[in-house]
């Protein structure tokens, strides 16, 4: 997705929203959370379509702010953790109701996403209920905040997943997804990959974990095949968050039979999204300083069997 | 006999009407009309596999999917790029032919690639299925066990599961490959090969995890795209043997490349 520009209008829509809701006055004009949306839309810039992915995906955007809780994804166990500590607007990165529809279809497209075809959770689901009902008895807010984030603040993900490996002062270039580590090897990088991201089961590595490892190179998310192709040889492991097994994986695994020594380790899209998702939480706190931002990491939703 | 009949053989054998217009079904390098000493079946191209094949003294390899690392096998931006550089000269010093036989098999009234897996993840049932096996029940049993299983019967060693381990199962629905199907109401563990982890038609991960978290017994084991259809290369060995004489007919699996 490339940046868009925002237009004059669409700039003064937001300035005038910004000013109407007052929110300086601190105490004395209540914090909604559509007024949180509309600081950080007009801080971020650009267009925000209705039809576009971000937007309110739960909840009554009128409801008064009491802390923001950023994550890579809102899931269950995010919004119970989100309520304890005293937050009521989440702020999440992939989407909440099970797929890009996030909830069930328009009533003019019902039926379509009947089957095991994939349309979206259907309105009666009793996962898709209990969620729901967890969110309004809770007053909780949900935004999608994803296109947007990674738009205008594209390396921000990149440079969560950094720091969170402790790898700020590695890069080669700026806004690059090069590293040059302390030299060491590819099971030992991954070693503190999971230590430091408290990973479970979803980490899956390819190439030989002996392998020298100087540089690596950081994807959170997905990386596509084109991207691998150009990019790969230039570090000794790429880090993803997910790629496509049959076209991703098995080029690093030809590689590999090859004779190369590089590798590569996914991680899981929402773990590697979640350090991102942290920066945005710092961030927010820069536009939002009347209640509280916490990040709340979704973790790695996976395990494995014995 | 050449690789092209071969083909035809296999079209005619396959009980469908074949769909000519299949951009994956093709031949992808070496030369159809090349005599064919010996047929390598495989769920991938993979290099390793290449030269299994080759050792073997296999020169036609007949491949579920991809060789050139994307669906299409589009190799306009590879050209210059080394490694498909040496793997093409690999194929074409050594004589080997390859052709994808994807649409075709999962046309099939009989789904190799379900119903090989299924035996080999041992759950029954679902022996005469088509890509769209039905829900199938299985003794009941935790999550935790009914993984364990799957992992041990299976010998799949990068399986990724969620869901509660103590969650108690007994209904399965599986699908092949990138084919996870969506959970659905009927269904306990969906057990799939891999599915984009989020922000797709249906995200099973997060689905799953939030059943868990609402005490709701849902479970997803995801078995790695390959290896939830490689047995289905290895019946379809079988099935070439039965039409296709006087040839050596062998399964050469690709190779399963994570550790974890």
């Not at chain 1, 706190?285 to 069997?305: C, F, M, Q, S």
Request: net charge neutral.
């Amino acid at each position: 997705m490339k940046p868009a520009h925002i237009s004059r209008r669409r700039f003064a829509q937001i300035a005038g929203s910004v000013a109407a809701a007052g929110l300086p006055i601190r105490g004395t004009t209540a914090l909604t959370a559509q007024a949180v949306v509309e600081r950080l839309q007009a801080a971020l810039g650009g267009e925000w379509p209705a039809a576009g992915l971000d937007g309110f995906k739960a909840g009554d955007p009128s409801t008064t702010v009491k802390g923001i809780a950023t994550t890579a994804m809102a899931t269950m166990d995010v919004l119970k953790q989100a309520v304890k500590v005293g937050t009521n607007l989440v702020i999440s990165y992939e989407p909440t109701f099970y797929g890009r529809q996030d909830g069930p279809p328009a009533a003019s497209a019902a039926g379509r996403g009947g089957g095991r075809g994939f349309g979206g959770v259907t309105a009666d689901d009793p996962v898709y209920q209990g969620k729901k009902e967890y969110i309004e008895k809770n007053g909780l807010v949900v935004f999608r905040l994803h296109d947007h984030w990674q738009s205008r603040k594209g390396d921000e993900m990149t440079a969560g997943l950094a720091d969170m490996l402790g790898w700020s002062k590695n890069r080669i270039k700026p806004d690059d997804v090069l590293f040059e580590i302390p030299a060491t090897t590819a099971e030992e990088v991954v070693a503190q990959i999971r230590k430091k991201l408290n990973l479970r089961g979803g980490l899956r590595a390819v190439g030989d974990r002996k392998a020298a490892v100087r540089r690596v190179m950081l994807y959170p998310g997905a990386v596509t095949p084109p991207t691998m192709w150009q990019r790969y040889t230039e570090a000794d492991l790429m880090i993803a968050g997910e790629v496509r097994e049959w076209e991703n994986t098995y080029y690093a695994a030809d590689i590999f039979s090859a004779g190369e020594k590089r590798g590569l380790v996914t991680i899981g899209r929402v773990v590697s999204e979640d350090p991102g998702m942290r920066a945005c939480a710092a961030w927010l706190k820069t536009v939002v300083k009347e209640v509280p931002a916490h990040w709340i990491g979704a973790g790695d939703l996976y395990w494995r069997a014995v | 006999m050449t690789a092209r009949e071969i083909v035809d053989l296999i079209k005619k054998n396959s009980g469908i009407t074949w769909n000519e217009r299949s951009t994956r079904d093709t031949f992808k390098m070496g030369d159809p009309d090349a005599e064919v000493k010996g047929i390598a079946t495989t769920m991938m191209t993979t290099f390793d596999m290449l030269k299994r094949a080759n050792q073997a003294g296999l020169n036609f390899v007949i491949t579920h999917e991809g060789t050139w690392w994307n669906d299409r096998d589009d190799t306009k931006d590879l050209t210059t790029n080394p490694l498909y550089i040496k793997k093409a000269e690999f194929i074409q010093k050594n004589g080997m032919v390859i052709w994808r036989n994807h649409d075709g098999m999962h046309a099939m009234k009989q789904d190799y690639t379900v119903t090989a897996t299924l035996r080999a993840i041992g759950v029954k049932g679902g022996e005469n299925s088509s890509m769209r096996a039905p829900v199938l029940p299985f003794p009941e049993a935790t999550l935790g066990e009914f993984a364990s299983q799957v992992k041990r019967v299976s010998g799949i060693r990068a399986m990724r599961c969620v869901g509660d381990p103590k969650a108690k199962v007994g209904k399965v629905l599986f699908g092949p490959g990138y084919a996870t199907p969506r959970m659905t109401p009927d269904t306990d563990v969906v057990v799939g090969g891999e599915q984009q982890e989020a922000d797709g038609g249906f995200d099973n991960v997060e689905y799953v995890a939030d059943a868990a978290s609402l005490g709701i017994p849902k479970g997803l084991l995801m078995l790695g795209h390959v290896v939830s259809e490689q047995p289905g290369m290895e019946d379809f060995a079988k099935f070439l043997q039965t039409f296709i004489k006087g040839i050596p007919i062998q399964f050469v699996p690709a190779e399963e490349p994570f550790w974890t």
